[in-house]
């Protein structure tokens, strides 16, 4: 009887998908949950990225099997949080596997506001 209660619950964690996390990095305002969303590959060391992007936040999927970073279920998980950010773009920061499972963590991106012609900093 208890190793019947263990094998279920143990098919209830493998059957309810996903464990999803989101951390917020910076306050922008939420687009709609079916925003447009860019898929964008960058990279975080090379100087125009921090001319180019601002990184709102991560949303983080943890799972026991292996993950596609591009599949339609993880779209649809990460859309609306990505979305409700304000972000207008998502680039895969992560995406590692191993024998205990897989973890994808997609940053949430916004272009930085470019300064106005004709002025200048000081």
Same mark, same amino acid.
């Given at each position: 009887?208890?190793?019947?209660?263990?094998?279920?619950?143990?098919?209830?964690?493998?059957?309810?998908?996903?464990?999803?996390?989101?951390?917020?990095?910076?306050?922008? !305002? !939420?687009?709609?949950?079916?925003?447009?969303?860019?898929?964008?590959?960058?990279?975080?060391?090379?100087?125009?990225?921090?001319?180019?992007?601002?990184?709102?936040?991560?949303?983080?999927?943890?799972?026991?099997?292996?993950?596609?970073?591009?599949?339609?279920?993880?779209?649809?998980?990460? &859309?609306? &949080?990505?979305?409700?950010?304000?972000?207008?773009?998502?680039?895969?920061?992560?995406?590692?596997?191993?024998?205990?499972?897989?973890?994808?963590?997609?940053?949430?991106?916004?272009?930085?506001?470019?300064?106005?012609?004709?002025?200048?900093?000081?």
């Amino acid at each position: 009887m208890k190793l019947a209660v263990v094998i279920a619950v143990g098919l209830l964690g493998c059957a309810s998908g996903p464990r999803v996390t989101e951390t917020r990095m910076v306050q922008s !305002p !939420p687009l709609p949950a079916g925003c447009k969303l860019e898929l964008v590959t960058v990279d975080i060391t090379a100087m125009s990225f921090n001319q180019t992007w601002e990184v709102l936040g991560y949303v983080s999927l943890l799972d026991s099997t292996a993950q596609d970073a591009a599949a339609e279920g993880n779209r649809a998980l990460v &859309r609306p &949080r990505a979305c409700a950010m304000g972000g207008t773009a998502i680039a895969v920061a992560m995406n590692s596997a191993s024998q205990g499972g897989s973890g994808l963590v997609y940053m949430v991106l916004h272009p930085k506001p470019t300064a106005p012609s004709g002025t200048s900093t000081f």
